[in-house]
């Protein structure tokens, strides 16, 4: 049976927005060209030890947000984590340490809460976009391994750079109304810039000296601008493992360059920072995040809505689409996205 909707994309945002318009009764087939759900909520196992290797923690100030990450019950919630802070550089989102403001880690990983947004969704994982087209009424997507999918409605939950390149795909006839909005909403969209940042995870034996503090912002460091202690979540960890995560700056300057050329200087700064110890683990693993979060300041004031001939409809939603970004932000801009759906007369 033909969906509803196709969500593609199965972050946060694409995960809440497929969830509400599921809850409202559409049917929803969602599309992640990843193994998994979350995007940067990532949580890998090395060792058979849970390390959060995008976000290190979540927070947020509203209570429904709240709600929904106390709903996750199989998680192991930390409320409050981190605890102990050291270090006077800059977090990546200041709002974490405002008065008001909860934040909350998970024993099972960070993402234990997109893994609880996806229950019992219509989930289909690597499935990559190609393109996409648009037809009587419909919208129909190209996905690697299988046919053409249709909707008459798509939303894409996708970094502000990959929404782009897909809506460059559509052909339509120039100078048309649609031809115009998505235009507009590709010049929109370019206004918008995504951050990257140069990951390492850091396993160390058991003699290793563990930190006094749950998150480090170093102060001066023109490489690193978060340094976790990823096992102080974990229940009788295996191991010291540190998350270190660069500058947006220099994870510009330095990710095109080979992994294994960044990943030495990062472990050069931990190094630094924290003794010749941090310098040389048992093992490490180097992550690229090209789109890891949303310039703050430059987030849009709510999701796109564009409609093609025929009535067929296109979402833009994510992160960048509310104010103050973050996981938050993209858990409330999904829903956003979905309740306009809803709202569309047919």
């Given amino acids: 049976m033909r969906p509803d909707t196709l969500v593609i994309g199965a972050g946060v945002a694409g995960l809440s927005c497929a969830r ?13 060209r990843a193994a998994g759900v979350g995007g940067r909520c990532a949580t890998r196992r090395v060792e058979d030890q849970a390390v959060d290797h995008g976000v290190v923690f979540l927070h947020g100030a509203s209570a429904d947000f709240a709600q929904a990450l106390a709903a996750v019950e199989e998680g192991g919630p930390l409320p409050g984590w981190p605890l102990r802070l050291k270090g006077s550089g800059r977090p990546c989102q200041d709002t974490a340490f405002s008065p008001g403001a909860f934040r909350l880690a998970y024993r099972r990983g960070i993402s234990a809460f997109p893994k609880h947004l996806a229950r019992d969704l219509d989930l289909r994982l690597r499935a990559p976009v190609a393109h996409l087209e648009a037809g009587p009424g419909v919208i129909r997507v190209a996905t690697g391994g299988e046919g053409p999918r249709e909707a008459p409605e798509i939303v894409l939950a996708l ?7 897909l809506l460059r795909t559509l052909v339509l006839p120039a100078g048309t109304e649609a031809a115009r909005e ?6 929109l969209l370019a206004m918008v810039g995504t951050l990257p940042c140069l990951t390492v995870l850091a396993g160390y034996p058991q003699g ?19 340094v976790a202690h990823d096992s102080a979540k974990r ?3 295996r191991r010291l493992v540190l998350v270190a995560q660069a500058h947006p700056c220099w994870s510009r300057e330095h990710q095109d360059w080979p992994a294994d050329e960044w990943s030495v200087e990062i472990l050069a700064e931990l190094g630094r920072l924290l003794g010749s110890w941090a310098a040389a683990p048992d093992w490490n693993f180097a992550h690229r995040w090209r789109h890891a979060r949303v310039d703050r300041g430059g987030e849009l004031r709510r999701p796109l809505m564009l409609r093609l001939p025929g009535g067929a409809t296109i979402g833009v939603t994510g992160e960048a689409f509310h104010p103050g970004g973050g996981v938050e932000g993209a858990w409330r801009a999904g829903r956003e996205m979905a309740r306009r759906l809803q709202g569309e007369e047919r």
Avoid at 182 to 187: C, F, N, P, V
């Fill in 20 to 32: 509400e318009l599921a809850l409202a009764g559409r049917r929803v087939v969602l599309l992640e």
């Fill in 159 to 165: 970094a502000l750079e990959q929404a782009r390149s």
């Fill in 182 to 187: 998505i235009a507009g909403a590709d010049g």
């Fill in 208 to 226: 290793a000296p563990p930190p006094a503090w749950d998150v480090l912002y170093p102060e001066g460091s023109r490489i690193l601008q978060l």
């Fill in 235 to 237: 229940r009788d960890p």
